[in-house]
């Protein structure tokens, strides 16, 4: 059985930064892509950042790009966000995700991941 929990969202101010987690259990995590996507209410889900199995490779949106960071210790069974430099416009819940993979790469686009968390509500407010 398969979980991905996010934890790490909470209210910060603009220009603050936050570090959002994944925990991973129930999968050999080294064996998986991972991902982070975000959607605010009423709208689609939208890629942010994606870390290959080993870590080597990244990929970012460009609205985020240069200011979050994606990471992973695959001994623990953990991926992370760094968001720096957060804007009013980042304010919504971010997804955790993975995607079984057998080469080292990244992947951008939802329907390609195979699991998924529940969420965790990031909160960026003067």
């Known amino acids: 059985q398969v979980q991905l929990i996010e934890s790490g969202g909470g209210l910060v101010q603009p220009g603050a930064s936050l570090r959002l987690s994944c925990s991973a259990s129930?999968?050999?995590?080294?064996?998986?892509?991972i991902g982070w996507f975000r959607q605010a209410p009423g709208t689609e889900r939208d890629f942010v950042a994606s870390?290959?199995?080993?870590?080597?490779?990244?990929n970012y949106s460009e609205d985020v790009k240069g200011r979050f960071t994606i990471s992973r210790d695959n001994a623990n069974l953990t991926a992370f966000l760094q968001m720096d430099y957060l804007h009013p416009e980042d304010q919504t819940v971010y997804y955790c995700?993975?995607?079984?993979?057998?080469?080292?790469?990244?992947?951008?686009?939802?329907?390609?991941?195979?699991?998924w968390g529940r969420g965790t509500e990031v909160t960026v407010s003067a």
């Open positions: 995700c993975a995607d079984v993979n057998g080469v080292d790469r990244t992947t951008i686009t939802a329907p390609m991941y195979d699991y």
């Open positions: 129930g999968l050999v995590f080294g064996n998986y892509v």
């Open positions: 870390i290959s199995r080993s870590g080597k490779n990244e």
